[in-house]
């Protein structure tokens, strides 16, 4: 079956280190995004893709980088320059047609102590 | 720009009672609407999405939304709630101007035994 796929589910890591977050999806999506999730704030938009070897910056980048260098696979590196990583990170998919729905991951909750 | 405003973070109705839930758009073009569900520890998963085909859309799980142009509203219904509709529901917005979702900051629906 077609799907995206985060992986792990839960995460833990101790204050300062790096975490790399994986995403993959072969629903053959040409665009991929990455939102956090936090109580009461809805999800907000950290990187997407459109292509290959392309991304931009969403509304919160800031202590996170990402890449594309395969059009399957859209990780996130949460970096210690993050400030407060502690969170619930979605991956997202689509076709890039504007009327089109994205597709969710089932998500990872990211604890930092 | 683009967004969407969801009004009431928290909804309560009695098991069998009609579910509303509100969302109001802003967008400066035609937009493309949508209205995705989130149970604990998961995913998005898409419940509807209007693309200007019918002003009513009917989804899945016996939800329906109504496109108001003149309001710029687009409120998810249910004639009578059940309990496993308890959740999290986000209205989301796209336009063809760029392949960006943005997404409310969600309503918690919870139903009463």
């Known amino acids: 079956d077609g799907g995206i796929t985060q992986s792990p589910k839960y995460l833990f890591r101790k204050e300062g280190q790096n975490v790399t977050l994986s995403c993959e999806q072969n629903?053959?999506?040409?665009?991929m995004y990455w939102y956090r999730q936090d109580p009461g704030q809805g999800l907000r938009l950290i990187y997407y893709?459109?292509?290959?070897?392309?991304?931009q910056k969403g509304d919160i980048a800031e202590g996170y980088s990402v890449s594309r260098e395969k059009k399957e696979s859209f990780p996130l590196t949460v970096t210690s320059a993050q400030k407060n990583p502690t969170a619930f990170y979605l991956c997202?998919?689509?076709?890039?047609?504007?009327?089109?729905?994205?597709?969710f991951g089932q998500g990872t909750r990211l604890t930092v102590v | 720009a683009q967004s969407v405003t969801q009004l009431g973070s928290h909804v309560s109705v009695s098991e069998g009672a009609l579910v509303l839930l509100r969302c109001n758009y802003s967008?400066?073009?035609?937009?493309?609407l949508f209205w995705y569900v989130q149970y604990p520890n998961q995913g998005l998963q898409l419940l509807l999405k209007?693309?200007?085909?019918?002003?009513l859309v009917k989804g899945i799980n016996g939800f329906e939304a109504e496109f108001k142009k003149s309001e710029t509203s687009f409120h998810l219904t249910k004639p009578s709630a059940h309990m496993s509709d308890a959740a999290e529901y986000f209205c989301?917005?796209?336009?063809?101007?760029?392949?960006?979702?943005?997404f409310g900051t969600g309503t918690s629906l919870t139903v009463i035994p």
């Open positions: 629903l053959n999506h040409d665009a």
């Open positions: 209007y693309t200007s085909a019918a002003t």
């Open positions: 967008s400066s073009v035609p937009p493309y």
């Open positions: 997202a998919s689509s076709k890039r047609q504007p009327n089109t729905e994205a597709f």
């Open positions: 989301a917005v796209s336009t063809n101007t760029g392949n960006q979702f943005y």
């Open positions: 893709s459109q292509i290959v070897n392309d991304f």
